[in-house]
């Protein structure tokens, strides 16, 4: 037996394939229109954002924005609702938008230089409600490159009811709040904080990271956070389904995350399942096996992926992206970590982020900021908040 | 090898009038030609050592002019030469007067006296040469002693006897005749006359033994049909394989024109065609799947092998309905006399053969099986393999029954299945699964009923039933339920057909019918309350077939093969048929109008002539130039999307909406039998032209799909290439290399937005567009128990699709691809080597083995099967994907039994 097993070390190689990273020399060409844009019914700011991705011989993508753009969205083919530039190509719809499930709606827009564009008429369609979230540890989770390892995780998985009489079409999207408890790191540096007031309860003054010409260049130092902070992490993968098969019947144990243990600590998930219009499905269905379900032994071969948004005086011009309405259900669901049963070492957030410990500050002693180790601000970002996730303490 | 072979010494003397000097005694011999000779010791007059060359063609050397004293004598004699290492011979001879007299010595050397030692003399060796089986004795068998001919090689007389004078010491001797496997001997030369016997054994039967070539020795350059390639089974087997596991498709890939897309690829592409334009016949049962384990091994059960012919060129009007090529393979029938037991255990597979003669002489069967269960072992190994199953096994069952003088009855039975799981494949969508496995069989049966009519005519009758079944499996969350989406082909068919052979012609006619049931796909939801049960409709198509092939000689130089096959299919009901507006995309949209046919009628049918011609020329007694032509249609295909069908990929018959492929093949040739038949060159072009190919839209998905025309296009394909190879039929060393040049170029149009076209309609390169192809093989047989195989394969790197730009998307960034197949994986190359050991006890036992010892990939070449690019944390890497990536050793045993 003994020869055979090197014998299936042999073909375990066959099996699992082997990957590595692999230099292509690309001759690149493509300038691109890039929209992307999916109204939803949530409370939140309707958001689209136009660019132009450029790929050439000098530099493999420059994405700059399209400004100045005249948009708007036709609801019903009738109501035309302007949309206004916040931020260079970001452009928002008013204030207190909602989509409404059963209206239509299409994005216009004209370019600076006078290039016109129309997107398909989207219909909002329903979509039902997520019954339960709920998570199982998996110790063999994902990769976080196609040739690495794969990480101990917990797979998230939610059952909803399809509805029977319709075709429907699901996207997922989650983002995940992760308790924080290092809020700064300063180079070649300290972190200094001043209390005004009484001390711990009254006023601060934030001064930052002061350089300290007496530390190495590479000295990092970290700074615990002063009081609680989450970070947040968006899901970057695209997740569809259809109901080709599945009609009309409850479905359980759709995955739609798997989170890398970080650490013990309980997490947050916000889950969004959104409903989808046909076409809208099949173009992220072809997106997500061109860009992520690749890699197979059997892959069909990429083509180019025409969007609904098309060039009033030219069909032919192939543009990016997908304007989208969608209908959303959210769950949040604490992933408590209590099933986490590797022996895995979870060195913790920090060092999932940092790939090193924490290094905490040698005090010098008092200074004139006081004495003592300074604790650091959580300040809010896209990727961190100070404000306590809805559904945390559910 | 050391190239010194000067141990052979003529000393010669050459005496001068003088009598009282005694001079000028010759001391000559034979070097290596261009050697420094060096004299030490001897030649009184100079004192010193003399420095000769050894002639730069005949390696002789003498030197002249030397005076030696009277009495004993001793010379050493070295030969050196930039290249190897230096001998030294020393020499003892006495001078004596009547030497100095002179009387000329031309032949024998001056002493004879033992006493002063034995080198440089000659002994005889003697024997008789005789053949193996009749004990004929062999005339003009050349005797090659030492590797080297010139020196003392000799050639056996009229009654086999030769006689060699050699050396003390031991000399290895050669013996080779054309017909006869050469033989090794080592004989040692004591100092008494030797005789060696030899039996040489025939290679009568070993001439078809002999690699790659078709029938005979000179059918090749006779016959007039070319593009066919015989691959012997014995030659199979003595090549290198993959993990010890002898294999059919993979031994193919050495032959010019057969490609792949990779190691992982499920067919082979002939000549530019697609793998499922292959008719891939077991016993005359259709293989639909040709591989177990996704590619990496061969279905062809390989212990009971018969016959194995590709026709990639003139395809006989008796096969039909695929448009590329024909790969024939044929089973060995049961031993009718003997029982015999064969078996072999590889790192992948067991197997087992048995022949049970049941009447001897009339009725015998053939049972064969194989099997890879060795899976289990997986996690014990290491826990990333935790998730990975993969299981086949396939059986046959042959019996032939020898009815009367007239008569013999032929049946087969073919079983194949296989397990397979892995992350490298791709998860059925739109099902919550956990996993997908791949599951797929396939039983075979065939009966033939074999007639003599006259000693000139015979009828040959055949039934055939053929049922694939591959199925996906999807098991669900925490729960024993697993859904499967199951599909299957049945083919069933009646044929028959007569041969005539007159003298300097022949004649075939026959005719056949073929019965279609096609499941393109159910979903069986099995204990699943999330899944619905979703079925396809049953696809139902008949082909029937009338077929003449004409062979005849016209006069001594001109023969002629013509050939016609007429093909009508009919596409039949119950089918919904639905009409598109013409020159739209064919979509829910575009429908104008659907008919329904009931169960038995005609929707649709195709047909026409299929006309086989072959012209062969005779330039002399051992060259041909050949012309071919060829037309063929394919009614039944594969329809995926895929760089290589999955066994699950669907089956699609012709209908309305989907048109048959027409392939015609033209070709030319050039064969020439040189240095008695123990040479065949060969340089065959060919051009290809397809109508009706098939290609996809971007996304297209064949599952559960009623309508697979909405997601496919078609278009035409055109292939051409030049293929030369040389290869050496017998002797010690066989083998062949050959060299390629070969295109394929698709174009696809069907209108003018990027979802009806390839790269807008102009020619593009197919998956297995490989310009380039070196292939080499060559195995040596040692001697009875010994032989090395080396193989070498070089390929231009095959076509793939690079982003042609990247775009960002909410900060993310993913490539864009614009165009197909413009970029190519680097160029392929790896070399393999096998020491086969047979019967190493070497005593002649009912129980003979045979060990295997293999290394696959022997340089450890990193050849890409892929290139892919992943966004990952919205950042889009490229990876290559290899697939015996490192050099793989393996050992396999086998066993026969009698």
Redesign the interface.
């Known amino acids: 037996m003994h020869v055979r097993q090197y014998g299936l070390i042999g073909l375990l190689g066959l099996l699992l394939g082997c990957v590595s990273t692999y230099d292509p020399d690309l001759a690149l060409n493509a300038r691109l229109v890039v929209v992307s844009g999916t109204l939803t019914d949530l409370p939140e700011q309707q958001v689209i954002t136009l660019s132009r991705s450029r790929s050439g011989r000098d530099s493999a993508n420059v994405s700059t924005p399209i400004s100045n753009a005249v948009a708007e969205v036709v609801v019903n083919g009738a109501e035309t609702l302007l949309l206004t530039e916040t931020q260079p190509g970001t452009y928002v719809l008013p204030t207190g938008f909602r989509g409404k499930v059963g209206n239509t709606y299409q994005l216009r827009f004209r370019t600076s230089e006078g290039g016109r564009y129309a997107s398909s008429e989207e219909a909002m369609a329903a979509v039902p409600g997520i019954d339960r979230a709920y998570d199982q540890f998996n110790p063999r989770g994902p990769k976080t490159n196609a040739d690495g390892l794969p990480i101990p995780a917990n797979d998230v998985y939610v059952d909803f009811a399809d509805p029977a009489g319709t075709r429907n079409f699901y996207l997922w999207r989650w983002r995940l709040y992760e308790t924080q408890a290092w809020c700064a790191t300063c180079k070649q540096g300290r972190y200094v904080l001043r209390d005004i007031g009484p001390l711990g309860s009254g006023p601060i003054e934030v001064i930052g990271c002061v350089p300290d010409s007496s530390l190495s260049v590479t000295n990092l130092y970290d700074y615990t956070c002063r009081g609680n902070c989450w970070d947040i992490f968006y899901s970057t993968s695209i997740d569809v389904f259809a109901d080709s098969y599945t009609n009309g019947q409850p479905q359980a144990g759709h995955k739609v995350a798997s989170i890398p243990v970080y650490q013990r600590d309980p997490a947050l998930i916000v889950i969004e399942q959104l409903s989808l219009s046909p076409n809208a499905y099949r173009y992220y269905k072809l997106f997500a096996d061109q860009v992520q379900n690749t890699g197979t032994l059997a892959d069909a071969p990429p083509a180019p992926i025409s969007g609904n948004v098309k060039n009033q005086a030219n069909p032919a011009e192939n543009v990016v992206g997908y304007f989208a309405a969608s209908s959303v259900a959210v769950n949040r669901y604490k992933i408590n970590r209590q099933n986490v049963t590797s022996t895995g070492k979870f060195q913790g957030l920090f060092y999932a982020q940092n790939g090193r410990v924490p290094n905490v500050e040698v005090p010098k002693g008092e200074t004139e900021y006081g004495k003592g180790l300074p604790s650091a601000l959580c300040i809010p970002s896209r990727n961190r908040t100070d404000q306590l996730p809805p559904g945390w303490n559910q | 090898m050391n190239r010194l072979y000067f141990f052979c010494f003529l000393l010669l003397a050459q005496t001068a009038v003088a009598q009282s000097v005694r001079t000028r005694p010759l001391l000559a011999g034979v070097a290596t030609p261009g050697s420094a000779v060096t004299l030490i010791g001897g030649p009184a007059s100079t004192g010193g050592p003399v420095v000769l060359t050894a002639d730069p063609i005949t390696g002789a050397w003498a030197s002249l002019a030397i005076a030696f004293a009277d009495g004993p004598q001793t010379v050493t004699v070295v030969a050196s030469s930039p290249d190897s290492i230096p001998t030294v011979a020393t020499l003892h001879f006495s001078v004596t007067a009547r030497l100095t007299v002179g009387t000329p010595l031309t032949e024998q050397p001056i002493v004879q006296d033992n006493t002063v030692g034995r080198k440089g003399i000659p002994y005889t060796l003697s024997g008789t040469v005789y053949d193996s089986l009749t004990k004929r004795p062999l005339a003009g068998v050349a005797v090659v002693v030492d590797y080297r001919k010139q020196l003392t090689g000799t050639t056996t007389d009229a009654d086999g006897h030769y006689s060699l004078r050699l050396n003390l010491g031991e000399h290895s001797v050669v013996l080779r005749l054309v017909g006869y496997k050469p033989e090794r001997r080592v004989v040692r030369i004591t100092g008494e006359a030797e005789t060696l016997d030899v039996n040489m054994e025939s290679v009568a039967s070993q001439l078809e033994e002999v690699v790659v070539t078709t029938q005979g020795v000179d059918d090749y350059v006779r016959k007039p049909i070319l593009g066919v390639n015989q691959l012997n089974i014995n030659t199979l087997k003595k090549i290198p394989s993959a ?1 010890g596991e002898v294999d059919l498709l993979r031994g193919l890939q050495l032959l010019p024109g057969v490609t792949s897309v990779g ?2 690829s ?1 067919g082979v592409n002939i000549r530019g065609g697609t793998t499922d334009q292959n008719l891939i016949l077991l016993d005359d049962t259709p293989i639909f799947n040709p591989t177990h ?4 091994f061969s279905v062809f059960p390989p212990d009971v092998l018969g016959t194995v012919d590709l026709y990639k060129g003139n395809v006989p009007a008796r096969f039909g309905g695929r448009a590329a090529a024909v790969l024939d393979v044929t089973l060995r029938n049961p031993d009718l006399n003997k029982a015999q037991l064969a078996g072999g255990i ?3 597979s067991d197997r087992i053969t048995a022949d049970i003669p049941i009447v001897k002489g009339k009725l015998g069967i053939l049972v064969a099986g194989r099997g890879a269960f ?1 899976d289990f ?2 996690p ?9 199953r ?1 299981k086949f096994g396939d059986g046959v069952i042959k019996a032939f029954w020898r009815i009367n003088d007239r008569n013999t009855l032929t049946a087969t039975g073919y079983y194949s299945k296989d397990l397979f799981q ?5 998860n059925l ?4 699964g ?1 996993a997908t496995r791949y599951d797929h069989q396939t039983l075979n049966l065939m009966a033939r009923w074999f007639r003599t009519l006259s000693p000139r005519a015979d009828l040959q009758t055949t039934a055939l039933y053929v049922h694939y079944v591959p199925t996906i499996l999807s098991p ?3 729960s024993g339920n697993v859904v499967q989406l199951r599909s299957s082909v049945l083919q069933r068919q009646v044929k028959s057909a007569l041969n005539i052979a007159l003298p300097s012609q022949k004649l075939e006619i026959g005719l056949s019918g073929v019965h279609y049931q096609i499941e393109p796909g159910t ?1 069986l939801p099995g204990g699943s ?4 049960y ?1 079925t396809t409709p049953t696809e139902n198509a008949l082909e029937l077939a009338l077929h003449a092939d004409y062979e005849r000689n016209l006069g001594p130089n001109l023969a002629v093969s013509v050939g016609l096959r007429y093909a009508q299919f009919l596409s039949l009901g119950p089918s919904l048929v639905r009409q598109y507006r013409p020159g739209e995309p064919r979509d829910d949209v575009s429908i104008i109008d659907s008919v329904r046919y009931g169960a038995g009628q005609v929707s649709k049918t195709y047909g026409g002539p299929e006309p086989r011609i072959g012209l062969r020329y005779t330039l002399g007694p051992n060259a041909s130039l050949k012309v071919g032509y060829n037309l063929m249609r394919q009614f039944l295909q594969v329809v ?7 066994p699950t990929s669907r089956w699609k018959t012709s209908d309305a909406n989907i048109r048959p492929q027409v392939s015609q093949l033209l070709t030319a040739g050039y064969f020439l039998n040189f240095h008695s038949n123990v040479y065949e060159l060969t340089v065959e072009g060919y051009y290809r032209s397809t109508q009706h190919i098939i290609d ?1 839209r ?3 998905d064949f599952l ?1 799909q009623p309508y697979p025309e909405t997601q496919l296009l078609q278009g035409q394909s055109r292939a051409y290439g030049l293929e030369t190879m040389i290869s050496k039929k017998k002797g010690e060393l066989t083998g062949w290399i050959n060299y390629t040049y070969a295109r394929t170029l698709n174009q696809v149009y069907e209108g ?4 009806q076209n ?1 790269n807008g309609g102009t020619w593009y390169r197919a ?1 297995y567009d490989r310009p380039h192809t070196l292939n080499a093989s060559m195995t040596i047989d040692v001697d009875k128990h010994n032989s090395f195989g080396l193989t070498f394969a070089y390929s231009t790197g095959r076509p ?11 900060d ?7 165009e ?4 190519r994986l680097p160029d392929y190359h790896r070399l393999d080597f096998v020491w086969n050991i047979y019967n190493p006890s070497m005593k002649s036992r009912r129980w003979e083995g045979r060990w295997a010892f293999t290394v696959y990939n022997l340089y450890g070449r ?1 050849n ?11 950042r ?11 050099p ?4 396999a045993y086998n066993f026969v039994f009698k």
């Open positions: 993990l190691e992982a499920n384990m996704f590619g990496l590889s790192f992948v060795n072992l997986l014990r190994i290491s826990d990333r393999l935790a998730d990975i993969a892995t992350g490298l494949l791709a969508p739109n099902v919550n956990t669900e969350l925490n979903l309350t999330q899944v619905n979703i995926t999307n895929t760089t290589t069908p999955l996809y971007p996304g297209a559960l003018a937005s990027v979802e390839v998956n793939y699709t690079a982003p042609t730009g990247f775009v960002t998307i909410d993310l960034q993913y490539p864009y691809y614009g197909r197949n413009q970029a990193d890409a099967y892929s290139v892919f690019f992943k966004t990952e944390n919205g889009t890497r490229a990876y290559q994907l290899q697939i015996f990536a490192a793989i050793a393996s050992l």
